[in-house]
Structure formats: C-alpha cells, structure tokens
C-alpha cells in the first residue's frame, strides 16, 4: 500500500472516478472497500488519519444494541447481532466475546417506561427492573437463535450476585449475565480493510481533503505537497460522521441532516479494579437509569461513556467534570473500590454522527442508518446519517448495492462471510493457535516464541507476512517498549500509509491507549518515524511539538510540557432527574 504523497502523485488531472468517498473514517472506508471489491474505479479522501475522529473513539464494543431495544429499534439490534457474529467470524484476530453482567435492584422498574416514551408521556430514562431486563435479554437470544455463537443469558440471584461481585452495591438485589463482544483495535481492523480494498484496485488518500467543487470536478489537495489536481465523478458519497453538514455545504448541497453527540472514555490503571472484573465487563446504570459500561482492556479497565449534545466536532474533549460523573458512576456500583484520578493514563472521545430529530434527550435520538440522497451539476450525493462501528459492514454493503444500481454493474462477490486482513486462515482453538505459533517459532530462530506470540495476538496471521518482510532486517527490540521492535515499526511505516508520530502511536499501535507511553518510549517511537523519513531537525521539533500537544489536550497524556490546569468547577452534583454540563443535558448511553 503506497504512502499517501506517492499514491496522490499518480492521479492525473482530470481522471475519472466512478465514485469518490468522502470521509476516512469506519462507514467511508467499508463503502469504499465494497466498492472496490466490485471492481469500482473509487477514491477515499481523508483530510486527516484513517479513522482518527470519532471511529477512533468506540467504546471498544462490538454488540447488538442491548439499550436500543428501549427506544423499540428492533430492526438495528436484529442487524447489529447479525453483524457481530460475523465480525466474530471474519475478524477473530481483533474480535472476541465478552461475558456481561447486568447488575439489577429492582424488580418491576420500568416496566412501562417504553410505552410510556412511545405515547410521549415520558422522556427521561429511569432504572429498568429484573423483569425488563430478562425480557430484553431473551429478545437478544430469540434474535440470534438460528446464528447462535454465545451462551444464553442467565439470571443470579442477590447471594449469587454478591458471591461473584464482591464490591459491588449491597442494594443489588440480583443479576443478569450476557455475551456480546469487544474490539481490541478497531482502528487496525479499519487499516486492513483500507489494504484489502486498494489491493482491489482502489485508491485511499490520508492528509489529502476535498478543497472545492465546481462544474461536476473535485479538486483534492495535498497541504503537505502544496500540490492539487482535479478529479471528476458522477458519485460522491460523504461519510464524514459529524461533519456531513459541514461537507455538502462545501458540495454546494447544504444540509441539516446531523445532530452529533459526544462520548467520552477513560482508561484506567487499577489492579484491583481489574481483578474483580476477571475478564467480564460490567453493564450498569446510575439511580436515574442511564447507562454505563467498564471492561478489562490490555491490562486496564475501559470506563465510560457520556452522551452530550455538541455543536462544534473540531473541539470536543474529554472534560475533567466528565471524569468526574465517571468516576462518580463508578463509585455507585462498587462502592468499596477507590479510583484516583492519577490512575487514568488515557482518556479519549469522539462525536456520533447521529441524525437531526427532536427528542428530549440524547438517549431517545435513533442509532440505525440510513442514507440521504443530493444531485449538484449532474453529480449524484449520498450522504451517510448515522451508523455505528458494529454494523459498519452493513452499512457499506447497503450504499455499495445502491450506487452499483446507478452504475448498472453487478455485485462480485458478498462480503458477509469474507475474512478480514489477519483473520483469513486464523486458527480458531487453542491448541490450533499453538501450533501455528510454534510453527513460525521454528522458520524464524531468531525471534523468540513470545515475540512471535505477541505478533500474532496484534496481527493475526498477517505475523506471518510480517516475519518474512523481517528476515534480513537487523531487528532490535525498543528499549522501552521491549514487545515492539524498531523492524515492527518500519515494517508499519513501509506499509500503511504513515505520515506522523501520531499516526503510529494512537492508530497503527495500541501504545497510548495502553498506557504505555513515557518520554523514553516516546523519543524511541518519534526517532524510528524522522529517521524513516529522514526528517530534518525543524521537522523532527515540529511532528514532536505536535504530538505532545495532542497528546496532552486531547488524551490526557503528559510528557514534558505543563499539565493542563485543573478545572476551577465544582465536581457536579447527580440528581435522579437530570444532571448539566454548561448548560447542556449530560446523559450516560453506551
């Protein structure tokens, strides 16, 4: 796969594209790999990173939709359980299951409260009950049961409950367990899905954006090469999440299709925390039913998430009265845990590209997609509403069928049982993956069989490609991260379309969100990219500048440069009717 400076240079002025996707992140990139796959001239355009805004910041979690039920999407669960099977199936290098423990403290709550929101009596969420609860789970086994990879749930009673949990609330009065599933790296599952669909003859542009639309032609620039070249299409599709209005504005389209909401995560680094969850992930909500979500995630526990409406995707953050409603949650469903705030060694958000409707609240806006359509100058626009990473499969296929129609080409193959990147030939047991382990432990000597397990559990069986690309580089492990290697790095930096520090350390690696990063492994990682590139000294300063900034601002991550001050704010007070945040109802979705 070319880096982005060389794959722009080979487009010619005026080429034609059958369709050019707008937007990098999971939804643009699965159109654009079904499209390619179809045999469709397409390009992907990406101002910034492949999938760097709000595809960078899931929850981690692959799953149907336990919640949406409330709001009565059955169709979206029905399709997200769908799709979270096959990601189960066609990705097993990145995805797997995750048992789920509903803690419970009533019986009969909300029993009502989903008529009630359809009759529009009732807006706000409440605590749902033993009997919802056992209800909705027995609607997420009925919907799979003729694709059935999980166990069934299973109710708990109060002693039970407390026997398995022993920190959480005494006022549980029972339980429900359930198997969704979760994403190790979604942002490297997006990565070989892109590989697949240039390896189809697609073309996918990073640091390149669409600067202007005139006559049917789009003029993509490259900031970095201070070049342009205009292109035409007779299909745009706009999948940039957030900022699709934004986007047809510039497509000369205006719109008010989007309403975004943010979702705020924190990582945190408390063994104790850890061990009480062993391997299961929590699904609990506060006194006043909103919803919350904590998991072991490489040796941490992933809390979150918030749902705030925001106007302005460019500037959402991670707040500190966010930590704190977080942290607060927490504290209400283990009570005996204590948390520090100097535990949290990665905090991260994103803005769901949700559509524009009038509800009360920010949990009642509808998850599912769909699609709007636009004509200007002869060119057909398809703007993506909506969307979620678990049916970004779906999605893609849905827009994918629909322009093949306006091109009268057929569809070539289904991508519905198609394994992904490192998932193809991936041996599924565990004495399978021994084997397979040993195995390239004997062809290459000269790594040790952990490195190579290490390689395998990151990549799948695409360690095999890796390991033969390494056999004549004079490898070495980083001094301070010992499980990569400088030859595991360039091997990145060679292949997958790299521009920045940044690009390396919160999207081709897990090194920040694993808490890894210190000012040693952070100088070893920058100085394997400028010497790749072969930067200069005010290059190296610059990209080092950069990432430290972003870093601290966006993630929380401090290096050498002062901390962020604290906020003045007084930590919030939680209500059982509402809580707000500058103004602005402050929700807890997953």
């Not at 565990?430 to 790594?447: G, K, N, S, V």
């Not at 360039?490 to 690009?503: F, K, M, N, R, W």
């Amino acid at each position: 796969m070319k880096n982005s400076a060389e794959a722009f240079r080979q487009l010619t002025e005026n080429e034609e594209f059958e369709a050019v996707v707008i937007g990098g992140g999971i939804n643009g990139i699965s159109v654009f790999r079904e499209l390619a796959l179809q045999g469709v001239k397409v390009l992907l355009v990406e101002k910034d990173d492949f999938c760097s805004k709000a595809s960078a910041a899931p929850s981690r979690m692959i799953h149907g939709g336990l919640r949406y039920l409330e709001n009565g999407e059955f169709g979206l669960v029905k399709e997200a359980l769908y799709e979270r099977n096959r990601l189960l199936d066609n990705a097993p290098h990145f995805v797997a299951p995750l048992q789920t423990t509903i803690p419970i403290y009533s019986t009969w709550s909300g029993m009502f409260d989903g008529l009630f929101k359809f009759l529009g009596l009732k807006d706000k969420p409440s605590q749902r009950g033993s009997v919802v609860i056992k209800l909705g789970l027995s609607l997420y086994d009925w919907f799979t049961k003729r694709d059935q990879l999980m166990p069934s749930h299973k109710m708990h009673s109060a002693h039970s409950t407390h026997q398995r949990w022993p920190m959480m609330a005494a006022r549980a009065k029972s339980s429900a367990t359930y198997f969704d599933a979760w994403i190790s790296s979604p942002e490297r599952l997006a990565m070989e899905l892109i590989q697949e669909g240039v390896a189809a003859g697609g073309t996918a542009l990073n640091y390149c954006k669409v600067s202007q639309f005139q006559n049917g032609q789009l003029s993509i620039e490259n900031e970095k090469l201070a070049e342009s070249v205009r292109l035409t299409t007779g299909r745009i599709v706009n999948a940039t999440g957030a900022w699709v209005d934004f986007t047809n504005g510039l497509l000369a389209a205006p719109s008010q299709y989007m309403q975004g909401t943010k979702g705020s995560h924190i990582i945190v680094d408390n063994p104790e925390l850890l061990a009480e969850l062993d391997d299961n992930m929590l699904f609990y909500e506060n006194s006043e039913g909103r919803v919350c979500i904590l998991f072991p995630y490489f040796d941490k526990v992933l809390v979150g998430s918030t749902d705030i409406p925001v106007s302005d995707p460019d500037s959402v953050r991670c707040t500190d009265e966010e930590i704190d409603y977080i942290l607060e949650s927490l504290r209400g469903v283990l009570p005996k845990l204590t948390i520090h705030k100097q535990q949290i060694v990665y905090q991260f958000c994103g803005v769901r590209p949700l559509p524009s409707v009038n509800t009360s609240t920010t949990g009642q806006i509808p998850r599912s997609h769909s699609i709007k359509k636009d004509k200007v100058d002869g060119v057909d626009i398809y703007s993506l509403i909506g969307g979620k990473w678990t049916t970004f499969r779906a999605f893609g296929e849905e827009v994918a069928d629909d322009l093949l129609v306006s091109l009268g080409k057929p569809r070539q193959c289904s991508t519905k049982q198609k394994a992904i990147g490192g998932g193809n030939g991936y041996p599924v047991t565990q004495e399978a993956q021994r084997a397979y382990i040993d195995e390239l432990a004997a062809l290459h000597p000269h790594y040790t069989r952990q490195q190579i397990k290490i390689w395998f559990q990151r990549y799948g069986t695409h360690c095999a490609t890796l390991l033969t690309w390494l056999v004549d580089f004079k490898d070495v492990p980083l001094a301070a991260l010992p499980s990569y290697t400088k030859g595991e790095l360039s091997y990145i930096l060679e292949h997958e379309s790299v521009s920045t520090t940044l690009d390396v350390l919160l999207r081709r690696t897990s090194i920040a969100i694993e808490g890894q990063l210190c000012q040693h492994s952070f100088d070893e990682v920058s100085d394997v990219v400028a010497d790749y590139f072969g930067w200069q000294q005010s290059e190296r300063d610059s990209d080092r500048a950069h990432t430290k900034q972003v870093l601290l601002q966006f993630h929380g991550v401090s290096l050498d440069v002062t901390q962020r001050p604290q906020s003045s704010q007084l930590t919030p007070t939680v209500t059982e009717n509402e809580q707000l945040l500058d103004g602005e109802e402050y929700v807890f979705n997953q």
